[in-house]
Nanobody, 117 residues
Framework: QVQVVESGGGLVQAGGSLRLSCGVS??????????MGWHRQAPGKQRELVAS???????NYADSVKGRFTISRDNAKNTMYLQMNSLKPEDTAVYYC?????????WGQGTQVTVSS
């Protein structure tokens, strides 16, 4: 069974940085053949896709994070990353990784990112 584990979240001041990691295990080749993305859900809001990366490393970002976040992947390690710089209080959310734009992996527990002003 595929397992997704996110890590790297925490509490940071506005303007700070965090690097999130996502490991996908029990997947065989499903990670390396999947376009992947980072999704986030803020309190009282719907989950949204903020960054995605294709198998060929083509990236796409939501306007709200463009220029501040960088998504990357290491297929040899079945791992994906999200480097988040210049963080803002509105980036506060639980961050999840999954396939993107079509979600078909099990959701992990997510990692909480809290940005204080």
């Amino acid at each position: 069974q595929v397992q997704v584990v996110e890590s790297g979240g925490g509490l940071v001041q506005a303007g700070g940085s965090l690097r999130l990691s996502c490991g996908v295990s029990g997947s065989g080749r499903i990670f390396s053949i999947s376009a992947m993305g980072w999704h986030r859900q803020a309190p009282g809001k719907q989950r949204e896709l903020v960054a995605s990366i294709t198998t060929g490393a083509i990236t796409n970002y939501a306007d709200s994070v463009k220029g501040r976040f960088t998504i990357s992947r290491d297929n040899a390690k079945n791992t994906m990353y999200l480097q988040m710089n210049s963080l803002k209080p509105e980036d506060t959310a639980v961050y999840y990784c999954n396939a993107a734009p079509y979600v078909y992996l099990n959701w992990g527990q997510g990692t909480q990112v809290t940005v204080s002003s």
